[in-house]
């Protein structure tokens, strides 16, 4: 019964060959994807998630005031690029960390 073993070995060898280039070929499409600069709709789209979960307010702002304030922080951010946050500063395009930022919050 040697025969198993080698079917096996054939099969393994088979399957890491013919997925090898795939698994390479998906890892450098995802590379390209995360180079790809993202949209300012999608930039202050990312921002925007952050601020309506509305943390760190408390009972000090009310809900729904905390949600207008980031309604109107996304349309500002769609006309100039930068969403402002009072803490810690505003996040914009043009820089390059707040890019990376956004990307990662996907």
Avoid: S
Wanted: charged share 25%; net charge positive; hydrophobic share 40%.
């Amino acid at each position: 019964m040697k025969v198993v073993p080698a079917i096996t070995a054939m099969l393994f060898l088979l399957t890491t060959t013919t997925l090898l280039p795939t698994d390479q070929a998906a890892r450098a499409q995802e590379g390209k994807a995360k180079a790809a600069p993202l949209t300012r709709a999608e930039f202050c789209t990312r921002w925007h998630k952050i601020c309506v979960r509305c943390d760190g307010l408390g009972a000090t702002v009310p809900r729904e005031r905390c949600l207008q304030n980031c309604t109107n922080r996304l349309a500002a951010c769609r006309n100039n690029g930068c969403y402002h946050f009072i803490n810690p500063r505003a996040r914009c395009m043009n820089n390059p960390e707040d890019m990376e930022l956004a990307r990662k919050i996907g």
